[in-house]
């Protein structure tokens, strides 16, 4: 059983900075791609960043120059640091991340955490 966990959201005010971590657990092989998309309310799921384990990232336009996504592959974690923040970016995000698990790539979801950029 694979579990992702996610913590470090909240309540910020425009300009400031939120700092999320997904940490991945169980029996796990390897991880491949590892990202967080996030779900603005009234609006479609998107993906926000995602990091090659070779540590190749990307963005969405919206939040380039603002966003960063690292991970850490010996714990199995993958952090988005979020600054200059905006109304805007509220949202629900979700940490996600392919798991090779015997042999077989999966995907898996953390279960969402919200952040809220509000004055």
């Known amino acids: 059983q694979v579990q992702l966990v996610e913590s470090g959201g909240g309540l910020v005010q425009p300009g400031g900075s939120l700092r999320l971590s997904c940490a991945a657990s169980?029996?796990?092989?390897?991880?491949?791609?590892m990202g967080w998309y996030r779900h603005p309310p009234g609006k479609e799921r998107e993906l926000v960043a995602q990091?090659?384990?070779?540590?190749?990232?990307d963005y969405t336009d919206s939040v380039k120059g603002r966003f960063t996504i690292s991970r850490d592959n010996a714990k199995n974690t993958v952090i988005l640091q979020m600054n200059s923040l905006k109304p805007e970016d509220t949202a629900v995000y979700y940490c996600?991340?392919?798991?090779?698990?015997?042999?077989?790539?999966?995907?898996?979801w953390g279960q969402g955490t919200q952040v809220t950029v509000s004055s």
């Open positions: 996600q991340a392919l798991i090779i698990v015997l042999s077989a790539t999966h995907q898996y």
């Open positions: 169980g029996s796990i092989f390897s991880i491949n791609q």
């Open positions: 990091i090659t384990s070779g540590g190749a990232a």
